[in-house]
Protein backbone atom coordinates (compact mmCIF):
# COMPACT_ATOMS: atom_id res chain seq x y z
CA UNK A 1 0.00 0.00 0.00
CA UNK A 2 2.64 2.02 -1.03
CA UNK A 3 1.33 5.85 -1.77
CA UNK A 4 1.12 7.14 -5.78
CA UNK A 5 3.67 8.90 -7.30
CA UNK A 6 3.08 12.80 -7.52
CA UNK A 7 6.02 15.56 -8.29
CA UNK A 8 6.35 17.59 -5.13
CA UNK A 9 5.64 20.75 -6.24
CA UNK A 10 4.90 22.43 -10.17
CA UNK A 11 4.67 25.83 -10.78
CA UNK A 12 3.41 28.10 -13.41
CA UNK A 13 2.41 31.47 -14.80
CA UNK A 14 -1.53 33.31 -14.66
CA UNK A 15 -2.85 31.88 -17.63
CA UNK A 16 -0.44 29.41 -18.46
CA UNK A 17 -1.17 25.29 -18.36
CA UNK A 18 0.36 22.56 -15.61
CA UNK A 19 -0.05 18.87 -15.61
CA UNK A 20 0.16 16.82 -12.50
CA UNK A 21 0.90 13.49 -12.56
CA UNK A 22 0.10 10.68 -10.77
CA UNK A 23 2.26 7.00 -10.71
CA UNK A 24 0.76 3.71 -9.75
CA UNK A 25 1.06 -0.08 -10.93
CA UNK A 26 -1.45 -1.92 -12.48
CA UNK A 27 -2.99 -3.03 -9.22
CA UNK A 28 -4.33 0.67 -8.94
CA UNK A 29 -4.27 3.41 -11.10
CA UNK A 30 -3.72 0.85 -14.18
CA UNK A 31 -6.48 -1.77 -12.83
CA UNK A 32 -9.18 0.51 -12.65
CA UNK A 33 -11.08 3.94 -13.87
CA UNK A 34 -11.47 4.81 -10.67
CA UNK A 35 -8.65 7.57 -10.34
CA UNK A 36 -9.85 10.99 -8.22
CA UNK A 37 -8.30 14.49 -7.77
CA UNK A 38 -8.69 16.97 -4.74
CA UNK A 39 -7.78 20.79 -4.38
CA UNK A 40 -6.69 21.52 -0.74
CA UNK A 41 -5.84 24.94 0.20
CA UNK A 42 -3.85 25.31 3.73
CA UNK A 43 -6.42 24.59 6.33
CA UNK A 44 -9.10 23.37 4.10
CA UNK A 45 -10.79 20.42 3.55
CA UNK A 46 -9.78 18.66 0.81
CA UNK A 47 -12.49 18.94 -2.63
CA UNK A 48 -13.28 17.03 -5.41
CA UNK A 49 -11.81 18.44 -8.57
CA UNK A 50 -12.37 14.85 -10.87
CA UNK A 51 -13.34 11.45 -10.37
CA UNK A 52 -13.69 8.31 -12.79
CA UNK A 53 -10.32 9.69 -14.20
CA UNK A 54 -11.98 12.58 -16.20
CA UNK A 55 -15.16 13.39 -15.05
CA UNK A 56 -15.68 16.73 -13.71
CA UNK A 57 -18.47 17.64 -10.76
CA UNK A 58 -20.72 19.79 -11.07
CA UNK A 59 -19.24 23.19 -10.11
CA UNK A 60 -15.43 22.33 -10.80
CA UNK A 61 -14.30 25.20 -13.67
CA UNK A 62 -13.58 23.02 -16.94
CA UNK A 63 -10.05 24.54 -16.78
CA UNK A 64 -9.38 20.76 -14.85
CA UNK A 65 -9.38 18.11 -17.03
CA UNK A 66 -8.16 14.73 -16.30
CA UNK A 67 -6.37 11.53 -18.12
CA UNK A 68 -4.97 8.28 -17.87
CA UNK A 69 -2.79 5.94 -19.79
CA UNK A 70 -1.68 2.80 -18.65
CA UNK A 71 -0.32 3.21 -15.23
CA UNK A 72 -0.18 6.95 -14.82
CA UNK A 73 -3.05 9.12 -14.72
CA UNK A 74 -2.75 13.38 -14.85
CA UNK A 75 -4.52 16.58 -13.96
CA UNK A 76 -4.07 18.97 -16.30
CA UNK A 77 -5.00 23.00 -15.45
CA UNK A 78 -5.65 25.36 -17.94
CA UNK A 79 -5.61 29.00 -18.00
CA UNK A 80 -4.07 29.18 -14.38
CA UNK A 81 -5.65 31.71 -11.82
CA UNK A 82 -4.14 32.64 -8.70
CA UNK A 83 -6.79 30.73 -6.51
CA UNK A 84 -5.30 27.31 -8.21
CA UNK A 85 -2.63 27.99 -5.80
CA UNK A 86 -3.02 24.77 -3.98
CA UNK A 87 -2.14 21.04 -2.66
CA UNK A 88 -3.19 18.75 -5.22
CA UNK A 89 -3.92 14.94 -4.54
CA UNK A 90 -4.93 12.13 -6.71
CA UNK A 91 -6.79 9.07 -5.66
CA UNK A 92 -6.80 5.77 -6.82
CA UNK A 93 -9.25 2.10 -5.71
CA UNK A 94 -7.27 -0.43 -5.07
CA UNK A 95 -9.11 -3.57 -5.26
CA UNK A 96 -9.63 -3.92 -1.74
CA UNK A 97 -8.21 -0.35 -0.60
CA UNK A 98 -7.66 3.12 -2.05
CA UNK A 99 -4.67 4.96 -1.82
CA UNK A 100 -3.64 8.99 -2.41
CA UNK A 101 -0.20 10.26 -3.83
CA UNK A 102 1.96 12.03 -1.84
CA UNK A 103 0.49 15.45 -2.79
CA UNK A 104 1.95 18.00 -5.03
CA UNK A 105 2.40 21.61 -4.52
CA UNK A 106 1.11 24.02 -7.30
CA UNK A 107 2.61 27.74 -7.17
CA UNK A 108 1.01 30.62 -9.29
CA UNK A 109 4.24 32.31 -10.15
CA UNK B 1 -27.48 21.89 4.06
CA UNK B 2 -25.94 18.84 2.73
CA UNK B 3 -22.93 18.40 5.31
CA UNK B 4 -20.75 16.32 7.42
CA UNK B 5 -19.24 17.10 11.10
CA UNK B 6 -16.33 15.21 12.73
CA UNK B 7 -16.13 15.09 16.46
CA UNK B 8 -14.70 13.22 19.22
CA UNK B 9 -11.01 14.13 18.61
CA UNK B 10 -8.37 15.20 21.68
CA UNK B 11 -5.47 14.47 23.27
CA UNK B 12 -4.51 11.12 24.70
CA UNK B 13 -1.63 8.82 25.27
CA UNK B 14 -0.14 6.46 23.73
CA UNK B 15 -2.11 3.20 24.19
CA UNK B 16 -5.26 4.63 25.10
CA UNK B 17 -8.77 4.56 23.06
CA UNK B 18 -10.99 7.24 21.20
CA UNK B 19 -14.24 6.90 19.04
CA UNK B 20 -14.24 9.72 16.38
CA UNK B 21 -18.14 10.41 14.87
CA UNK B 22 -19.60 11.78 11.62
CA UNK B 23 -22.87 13.40 11.73
CA UNK B 24 -24.71 13.55 7.90
CA UNK B 25 -27.30 15.39 7.29
CA UNK B 26 -28.80 17.33 4.23
CA UNK B 27 -28.53 13.68 2.49
CA UNK B 28 -29.71 10.68 2.73
CA UNK B 29 -27.02 8.79 4.33
CA UNK B 30 -27.84 5.15 4.10
CA UNK B 31 -27.11 5.17 0.45
CA UNK B 32 -23.66 5.97 0.19
CA UNK B 33 -19.98 4.35 1.07
CA UNK B 34 -18.18 6.42 3.72
CA UNK B 35 -14.44 6.72 4.13
CA UNK B 36 -12.03 8.10 6.75
CA UNK B 37 -8.78 9.68 5.82
CA UNK B 38 -6.13 11.13 7.90
CA UNK B 39 -4.02 13.49 7.49
CA UNK B 40 -0.69 14.21 9.92
CA UNK B 41 0.40 17.70 10.34
CA UNK B 42 2.46 18.88 7.60
CA UNK B 43 1.88 15.21 5.38
CA UNK B 44 -0.52 14.26 3.08
CA UNK B 45 -3.73 12.29 2.95
CA UNK B 46 -3.78 8.38 3.82
CA UNK B 47 -6.96 6.68 3.58
CA UNK B 48 -7.93 4.68 6.70
CA UNK B 49 -11.22 3.11 6.10
CA UNK B 50 -14.38 2.33 4.38
CA UNK B 51 -17.99 0.98 5.00
CA UNK B 52 -20.30 0.01 2.38
CA UNK B 53 -24.35 1.40 2.79
CA UNK B 54 -25.51 -1.12 4.84
CA UNK B 55 -22.27 -1.57 7.32
CA UNK B 56 -20.74 -4.50 5.77
CA UNK B 57 -17.71 -4.54 3.88
CA UNK B 58 -15.25 -2.69 6.20
CA UNK B 59 -11.81 -2.04 5.17
CA UNK B 60 -8.67 -0.63 5.97
CA UNK B 61 -5.29 0.00 5.36
CA UNK B 62 -2.39 -2.18 6.73
CA UNK B 63 -1.67 0.19 9.35
CA UNK B 64 -4.47 0.07 11.36
CA UNK B 65 -5.93 -3.45 10.74
CA UNK B 66 -6.90 -5.12 14.00
CA UNK B 67 -6.82 -1.46 16.15
CA UNK B 68 -9.39 0.44 14.17
CA UNK B 69 -13.13 -0.55 13.69
CA UNK B 70 -15.40 1.64 11.11
CA UNK B 71 -18.87 1.34 11.85
CA UNK B 72 -22.26 3.11 11.09
CA UNK B 73 -25.83 4.01 12.38
CA UNK B 74 -27.94 4.38 9.49
CA UNK B 75 -30.90 5.35 11.51
CA UNK B 76 -28.70 7.85 13.47
CA UNK B 77 -26.99 9.39 9.98
CA UNK B 78 -23.92 9.09 11.63
CA UNK B 79 -20.44 6.98 10.79
CA UNK B 80 -17.83 6.10 13.52
CA UNK B 81 -14.29 5.07 14.18
CA UNK B 82 -13.50 3.07 17.25
CA UNK B 83 -9.75 3.16 17.47
CA UNK B 84 -7.96 1.55 20.05
CA UNK B 85 -3.99 0.67 20.76
CA UNK B 86 -2.98 4.49 19.89
CA UNK B 87 0.16 5.37 18.69
CA UNK B 88 1.94 8.89 18.20
CA UNK B 89 1.56 7.60 14.51
CA UNK B 90 -1.77 8.25 14.87
CA UNK B 91 -1.33 11.92 15.38
CA UNK B 92 -3.05 13.24 12.47
CA UNK B 93 -6.78 15.33 11.18
CA UNK B 94 -9.38 12.79 11.12
CA UNK B 95 -11.97 13.72 8.06
CA UNK B 96 -15.02 11.60 7.02
CA UNK B 97 -15.92 11.63 3.46
CA UNK B 98 -18.88 10.30 1.27
CA UNK B 99 -18.27 8.21 -1.66
CA UNK B 100 -20.50 9.44 -5.16
CA UNK B 101 -18.35 10.11 -7.70
CA UNK B 102 -14.99 9.80 -5.68
CA UNK B 103 -15.10 11.31 -2.34
CA UNK B 104 -17.69 14.00 -3.29
CA UNK B 105 -18.17 15.54 0.25
CA UNK B 106 -16.01 16.61 3.47
CA UNK B 107 -16.06 16.90 6.49
CA UNK B 108 -13.82 19.92 8.34
CA UNK B 109 -11.87 17.03 10.24
CA UNK B 110 -11.49 16.45 13.80
CA UNK B 111 -7.56 16.53 15.41
CA UNK B 112 -6.37 13.39 17.20
CA UNK B 113 -3.36 13.75 18.80
CA UNK B 114 -1.43 11.31 21.06
CA UNK B 115 1.14 12.26 22.89
CA UNK B 116 2.67 11.46 26.53
Known amino acids: QSALTQPRSVSGSPGQSVTISCTGTSSDVGGYNYVSWYQQHPGKAPKIMIYDVNQRPSGVPDRFSGSKSGNTASLTISGLQAEDEADYYC?????????FGGGTKLTVL | EVQLVESGGGLLQPGGSLRLSCAAS????????MHWVRQAPGKGLVWVSS????????RYVDSVKGRFTISRDNAKNTLYLQMNSLRAEDSAVYYC?????????WGQGTLVTVSS
Open chain 1, 91 to 99: CSYAGTSFI
Open chain 2, 51 to 58: VDRDGSNA
Open chain 2, 97 to 105: ARDGGGLSL
Open chain 2, 26 to 33: GFTFSTYR
